[in-house]
């Protein structure tokens, strides 16, 4: 299965951490990582997996990198039918009123174009104790094994 | 051989500097040298006690050193240990990426009152930073000029119960400190309309979450600039919160033109945006209006001197990044992307083999400079010795930094 991770940040957190997922998932897959900024609605292909990775910036706002994307996206109105997606979500609780929306958004952006999003989305606190990697390497595996099986389904 | 890039200041803009170069061209020598024993800048010294999830960008830092080759300079002042000049001779480019540490003054009389601060100052004592001063008496009633992040950031700190300091690594004297301030009102004023104010609206809204004030905003008016209404409508939402002790009333569209007070300042003078006159009596007056260049770089010299300030070219070899270049304003992101463009130039108008200088060989003999694995020892030990309720208690001296990050060496 072919997997690409998209990455949308501002401080570069959320790209490292996308890095760390793809040296991870290495070997058993071909993983590409891209960051959201240099990534075109019509880039999307119906038979490989999307992995986003995505935190929030300002006031609950999608963090610089993916903006582009977003207006992009708005822009092309693409049909994202058939795309399949996991997300994973950094964000940091001080700030709890918008805490985590930037990936919300991300993901609700793709579902508003028909693309399906498998497993829950996930997400990271800054406050908190856990480290990023930690919560999001075993939901990459998840999302990669929930997506070798309905891709296959699909063939 | 491979270029040699030595990154003055160890803090977010150099990092992310030593991170787009090395990201760019793996093989390059990239050392990033502080005049502190310890690394990091503003992200352990300026950002706030209680907000670590913003220094989480460390982790990103921590693997500059780890794996990607960057060396870390400890207790190097340049200009003072060795010269720019100097430097500029051993390496094929130097970039200075070391902030501005000092403080800008309001210029009005009475400044020099005792009982008034400056943030930059009072920031580095709440940090612990080795150079810093006492903690200051603040007494019941402090009043903080300024309308950027750094003025909401002591606001919130003085505003906290000690309890909202969990998890934080404020230490244990400056716990203490806040603990028994005693503080009974803050007041903080701004210069400008609210709209026009310079904090993040996220900051602003971040206020609404404390137990132990009553929050009020006076003579916040209506704008119909959207970055304006923002700000504005961040602080409708905190506007009435709370039923705490601690009052904390916003102010705006005063300007200070006068501190008074016999032994220290008991009195603040504003001119009102009509041009009358307003007097505000105060316990202590502190000062967040900016930061200016300080110290043994000579910044404003070099950067006037130079033929493209602008674009981070000082002179031959030499650039500028961060607030070095740029000025006290902009967040770690702003200086992530401007540390990002500068590694594009550096890397396009220096030679990828370089040319055979000298580099680091220089600096052989120079006392007590500290290895990133010497910071490493500091860095354990602060998170080993963390008491109940804190992520880390600082080192705060620098003596004490040498020593630790000499420790294991001498054992061996």
């Not at chain 2, 240990?81 to 902030?99: E, H, P």
């Not at chain 2, 806040?178 to 004023?189: F, R």
């Not at chain 2, 709209?195 to 003579?219: C, H, N, S, Y």
């Not at chain 2, 992307?337 to 600096?363: F, N, T, V, Y």
């Amino acid at each position: 299965m072919n997997i690409t991770l998209l990455y949308g940040t501002e401080t570069g957190n959320a790209e490292m951490l996308a890095e760390d997922i793809q040296s991870e998932l290495e070997g058993g897959h071909e993983v590409d990582c891209q960051n959201l900024e240099d990534f075109a609605p019509g880039d999307f292909d119906r038979d490989a997996f999307y992995l986003l990775v995505c935190s929030t910036y300002g006031d609950g706002e999608l963090p610089a990198s993916a903006q582009p994307f977003a207006e992009a996206m708005a822009a092309a109105a693409p049909d994202l039918s058939g795309v399949h997606f996991a997300i994973f979500g950094l964000g940091d609780s001080e700030y709890d009123e918008t805490f985590n929306q930037g990936s919300g958004k991300l993901a609700e952006l793709l579902a508003s174009y028909g693309a399906t999003q498998l497993g829950e989305r996930i997400v990271h606190d800054a406050s908190g104790d856990d480290l990023a990697e930690d919560l999001a390497f075993p939901w990459a595996e998840a999302a990669v094994a929930i997506a070798a099986e309905k891709l296959s389904e699909a063939a | 051989m491979t270029a040699q890039i030595a990154i003055v200041g160890g803090g977010p803009s150099g990092c992310y500097l030593a991170q787009a170069l090395l990201k760019a061209q793996p093989d390059l020598q990239v050392d990033v040298i502080d005049k502190l024993p310890v690394p990091y800048g503003l992200v352990r010294y300026g950002v706030a006690p209680d907000h670590q999830g913003t220094k989480g960008v460390i982790r990103q830092f921590a693997r500059l050193f780890e794996r990607q080759g960057a060396r870390f300079i400890g207790n190097l002042a340049v200009n003072e240990q060795i010269s720019l000049d100097d430097l500029r001779a051993a390496y094929d480019a130097v970039v200075l990426a070391a902030g501005l540490p000092g403080d800008r003054s309001l210029g009005i009389p009475g400044e020099d009152l005792a009982g008034v601060h400056a943030s930059g100052q009072l920031t580095q004592a709440i940090n612990e930073h080795p150079e810093a001063a006492d903690l200051p008496r603040l007494g019941k009633h402090p009043v903080i000029m300024g309308n950027g992040n750094v003025a909401i950031d002591l606001l919130r700190l003085l505003a906290k119960t000690p309890e909202e300091l969990e998890g934080s690594d404020a230490g244990p004297g400056v716990s203490a400190w806040l603990a028994d301030s005693g503080i009974e009102s803050l007041q903080i004023i701004g210069r400008s309309q609210a709209g026009q104010a310079k904090f993040d609206p996220v900051m602003v809204k971040e206020l609404g979450k404390l137990a132990g004030v009553t929050i009020r905003v006076e003579g916040a008016e209506d704008s119909d600039d959207p970055e304006a209404a923002k700000k504005l409508a961040a602080l409708a939402v905190i506007d009435g919160h709370g039923t705490g002790r601690r009052q904390v009333t916003f102010r705006f569209g005063l300007t200070p033109v006068a501190l008074e007070g016999r032994d220290r300042v008991e009195t603040a003078v504003f001119r009102t945006a009509d041009g009358g006159e307003e007097r505000i009596f105060c316990t202590a007056f502190l000062t967040a209006i900016g930061f200016r260049a300080e110290g043994a770089l000579e910044r404003d010299a070099l950067v006037a001197g130079a033929a493209d300030a602008e674009g981070g070219k000082l002179g031959d070899g030499l650039y500028a990044t961060g607030w070095f270049r740029r000025g006290p304003r902009g967040t770690i992101p702003e200086n992530r992307a401007d540390a990002q463009a500068l590694a594009k130039r550096i890397l396009a108008e220096i030679p990828a083999e370089g040319s055979g200088k000298s580099g680091r060989a220089i600096l052989e003999g120079l006392p007590d400079l500290v290895s990133y694995e010497g910071w490493q020892r500091i860095d354990t030990a602060e998170t080993a010795a963390a008491p109940e309720g804190r992520c880390r208690v600082k080192i705060s001296t620098r003596a004490r930094m040498l020593a630790l990050s000499k420790a294991s060496e001498e054992l061996r």
